[in-house]
């Protein structure tokens, strides 16, 4: 609540490239037409995957928007590129006044797919 500049919430999660996931969490904002994404960037035993030459592309969701603040679902799901160990989720609060706030919820991340496993 109440942050003079932007700012986010990141962690650091060890995939297996080719894999695909599913991240969902809960996001409420106040007021609930804020705006702001979650973005997830990519990291390799070299730095980030995600710049330069061959970089991995990264992933922008926007926050739904709404008339009035709830609780909203996000749902996605990403295939992790070749050239990626470890993905990097960065939930961005935008800058907020003092009537303003964000929260996230029941944050989650799980391999939904593998194609090394088989059938």
């Excluded at 592309?57 to 928007?65: K, L, N, S």
């Excluded at 709404?66 to 679902?73: D, N, S």
């Amino acid at each position: 609540r109440e942050n003079q500049i932007a700012g986010c919430f990141q962690i650091g999660v060890k995939v297996v490239p080719g894999c695909r996931y599913l991240l969902a969490f809960w996001v409420k904002q106040s007021p609930a037409d804020a705006g702001g994404t979650m973005s997830i960037r990519w990291m390799n035993a070299q730095g980030w995957a995600d710049q330069g030459p061959g970089s991995a592309p990264r992933i922008v969701v926007a926050y739904p928007v709404a008339a009035e603040p709830a609780w909203r679902k996000v749902e996605m799901t990403f295939t992790v590129p070749a050239n990626a160990t470890s993905c990097l989720p960065l939930f961005s609060a935008p800058q907020q006044g003092p009537d303003a706030g964000i929260w996230f919820d029941d944050v989650e991340m799980v391999k939904i797919y593998d194609p090394t496993a088989g059938t």
